[in-house]
Nanobody, 127 residues
Framework: QVQLVESGGGLVQAGASLRLSCVAS????????MGWFRQAPGKEREFVAA?????????YADSVKEGRFTISRDNAKNTVDLQMNSLKAEDTAVYYC???????????????????WGQGTQVTVSS
C-alpha cells in the first residue's frame, strides 16, 4: 500500500508560480512511477506530468510543456514535486498525485496505469 498526500495548492494570479508536493508513505516509493493529473470543474481528469522510478525520464502534457511545469522526485524523502510557472487561468483544477508500479511508456499518460491516488489539492489561478 502507498498513501499519497498532496500539498502546496492555493489561489494565485495569472503569471505566478506554485510548487506542489506529494509525500508518499511506505517503503516502496522508489519502485513506483509517479504522476500528476488534474481535474477542472466540469471536465474529465487529465494527465499533467509523470516521472519514472529513478527520475531518469519525464513526461508532460502538451499544455504544460516548454518549461512551464517541471516534475521531480526525491526517493530518499519519498516526495514528488510539480513546479508550476507562468500559471494561466486554464490551469485551475484539483491536482492529484498518483503512483503506479506497472506504468510503461505507452500507459504513462493513462489513469488506469496508476494504482494509488492522493486526495488532491486545489489550484486556482485568477486572470
Amino acid at each position: 500500500q502507498v498513501q499519497l498526500v498532496e500539498s502546496g495548492g492555493g489561489l494565485v494570479q495569472a503569471g505566478a508560480s506554485l510548487r506542489l508536493s506529494c509525500v508518499a508513505s511506505g517503503r516502496t516509493f522508489s519502485t513506483n512511477s509517479m504522476g500528476w493529473f488534474r481535474q477542472a470543474p466540469g471536465k474529465e481528469r487529465e494527465f499533467v506530468a509523470a516521472i519514472t522510478r529513478s527520475g531518469g525520464s519525464t513526461y508532460y502534457a502538451d499544455s504544460v510543456k516548454e518549461g512551464r511545469f517541471t516534475i521531480s522526485r526525491d526517493n530518499a524523502k519519498n516526495t514528488v514535486d510539480l513546479q508550476m510557472n507562468s500559471l494561466k487561468a486554464e490551469d485551475t483544477a484539483v491536482y492529484y498525485c498518483a503512483a503506479g508500479k506497472g506504468v510503461t511508456n505507452w500507459s504513462v499518460r493513462k489513469e488506469y496505469a496508476y494504482d494509488y491516488w492522493g486526495q488532491g489539492t486545489q489550484v486556482t489561478v485568477s486572470s
